[in-house]
């Protein structure tokens, strides 16, 4: 079965580093659009990095040079490296898979997706 596992989070000071990991199984992660996504409480869940099928990588103004996603193909995982990171990027962080190819399209907004992981808890301390 399908199934994505978000690791990598947790807390660190405002100007650090992080790298979420998320393991995919039960589908070929190159072969489909891959997101990331976080959530704060009382705010939508937004997309902070999207990877088509053709290795394309874009990202929304928020993150834009301090986040870069990437995806290790022997490995099936996904990635998310969060450089200069900000109290601001707080949040619950989400993998997701969209098969149809509608969030890579464009937007931030979590449409199209078929799968997510549970999360994983990242704070940012000033």
């Known amino acids: 079965q399908v199934q994505l596992v978000e690791s990598g989070g947790g807390s660190v000071q405002a100007g650090g580093s992080l790298r979420l990991s998320c393991a995919a199984s039960g589908f070929i992660i190159s072969s489909h659009c891959m997101g990331w996504f976080r959530q704060a409480p009382g705010k939508e869940r937004e997309g902070v990095a999207a990877?088509?099928?053709?290795?394309?990588?874009s990202y929304p103004d928020s993150v834009k040079g301090r986040f870069t996603i990437s995806q290790d193909n022997a490995k099936n995982t996904l990635y998310l490296q969060m450089n200069s990171l900000k109290p601001e990027d707080t949040a619950m962080y989400y993998c997701?898979?969209?098969?149809?190819?509608?969030?890579?399209?464009?937007?931030?907004?979590?449409?199209?997706?078929?799968?997510w992981g549970k999360g994983t808890l990242v704070t940012i301390s000033s």
């Open positions: 990877i088509d099928s053709d290795s394309s990588t």
């Open positions: 997701a898979a969209d098969f149809s190819g509608t969030y890579c399209s464009g937007g931030w907004r979590p449409y199209g997706i078929h799968y």
